[in-house]
């Protein structure tokens, strides 16, 4: 799984500080502290100004790949998904594994009305989610691998693993049961450019857009 990190200005530089140092607190079955999620700069002149909106090309975002940018202080993750992968999400096998499964927890604060289903996306293969731990607010780990891992169970589908306290989340960022995560993954706003399946607009919607 590669990943691809495009990062912008307008960050809240205590939010980054804070989420930081969650991170470095606490282990679960030997797994090392989560690592800062930014990595490089690329200022952006729509970023400038905070909670703006920002525009991110995943016209090469390939199968199986992850690509981070950051909104409002935080790391939102564009994950293209493969079919079995978004097949394995409506299987009553697994929804039964998770907190839940249909995102009505609220839904208000978590998940618009175009992300309430299995694939919790407006394109079944395009996951579009907040990387934060809903619990004290860390950075899950990339887990997309299936099977037995450590730390994971022997029926891992594939998911995140927060190392903070051990939450688990699918791969369309929903939380396992008996996690101490309380909510699924945040989905923000977000949208494509009209007439380009290639670009998403994150921070913003038809709900938002002026």
Known sequence: ??????VHDGVDESKRRWVAITCGVGAVGGLTTAVPFIKTFEPSERA??????????ISDLKVGEKKTVEWRGQPVWIVRRSPEQVAALSKPAEKAELADPDSKRNPDEQTPPYARNDHRSIKEDV???VGICTHLGCSPGDKFASGAQPSLPADWPGGWLCPCHGSTFDMAGRVFKNKPAPDNLRVPPHMYVAGNDHKLIIGEDANTKA
């Open 1 to 6: 799984m590669s990943e691809s990190v495009v």
């Open 48 to 57: 400038k100004a905070a909670g703006a909106a920002v525009e991110v090309d």
């Open 127 to 129: 996951l579009v989610v």
